[in-house]
T-cell receptor, first 110, second 117 residues
Framework: RKEVEQDPGPFNVPEGATVAFNCTYSNSASQSFFWYRQDCRKEPKLLMSVYSSGNEDGRFTAQLNRASQYISLLIRDSKLSDSATYLCVVRRGGSYIPTFGRGTSLIVHP | DAGITQSPRYKITETGRQVTLMCHQTWSHSYMFWYRQDLGHGLRLIYYSAAADITDKGEVPDGYVVSRSKTENFPLTLESATRSQTSVYFC????????????????FGSGTRLTVV
């Protein structure tokens, strides 16, 4: 089983839709969690950290479920500009090396 | 300018040549990483470094060499370039979560698009 797994998609949604992605991780010692956004062949950029209590940033909500070992990203009121690949990133406790998922592709259409 | 910069942005080289990709960060981050990204593979870790003069192999180190004589620089050298090393290369840095008590994540450079012909 891969350490971090994501559904590659693509998720094809209309503008204004709500869409959610999940990311599962296999190592229960994982300590830090992030969502990154990557536009076509550009560098990944930090979208948001994921905290145990869940956190929100505008239209984006991230949640962590330690018992089931997954994190989620919810995007409300999707915009065309949200079209990108969303990468899940996990760091194990005691290690500084991140593990990246392969990403979930989102396409928002008019 | 503050940040993490990679050079060159684009490079075409011939098989067998040595080529060095540069990475410079201005934050004095402890950790630095080199990744390659190819279609169908996601980001793959080549080498990483915890501090100056401390480097270690990642997932796909063969054919690459790194050095880190100064905290801010982490060059990646392809000793004898092969076509299979055609890829997009990303450098990243992060501060130590063990030192700060908080994990701020990883910041990437803009990448170097390398073509080996």
């Amino acid at each position: 089983r891969k350490e971090v797994e994501q559904d590659p998609g693509p998720f094809n949604v209309p503008e204004g839709a709500t869409v959610a992605f999940n990311c599962t991780y296999s190592n229960s010692a994982s300590q830090s969690f992030f969502w990154y956004r990557q536009d076509c062949r550009k560098e990944p950029k930090l979208l948001m950290s994921v905290y145990s209590s869940g956190n929100e940033d505008g239209r984006f909500t991230a949640q962590l479920n330690r018992a089931s070992q997954y994190i989620s990203l919810l995007i409300r009121d999707s915009k065309l500009s949200d079209s990108a690949t969303y990468l899940c990133v996990v760091r194990r406790g005691g290690s500084y090396i991140p593990t990246f998922g392969r990403g979930t592709s989102l396409i928002v259409h008019p | 300018d503050a940040g993490i910069t990679q050079s060159p942005r684009y490079k075409i080289t011939e098989t067998g040549r040595q080529v060095t990709l540069m990475c410079h960060q201005t934050w004095s981050h402890s950790y630095m990483f080199w990744y390659r990204q190819d279609l169908g593979h996601g980001l793959r870790l080549i080498y990483y470094s915890a501090a100056a003069d401390i480097t270690d192999k990642g997932e796909v180190p063969d054919g690459y060499v790194v050095s880190r004589s100064k905290t801010e620089n982490f060059p990646l050298t392809l000793e004898s370039a092969t076509r299979s090393q055609t890829s997009v290369y990303f450098c990243a840095s992060s501060e130590s979560p063990f030192r700060t008590g908080r994990d701020y994540g990883y910041t990437f450079g803009s990448g170097t698009r390398l073509t080996v012909v």
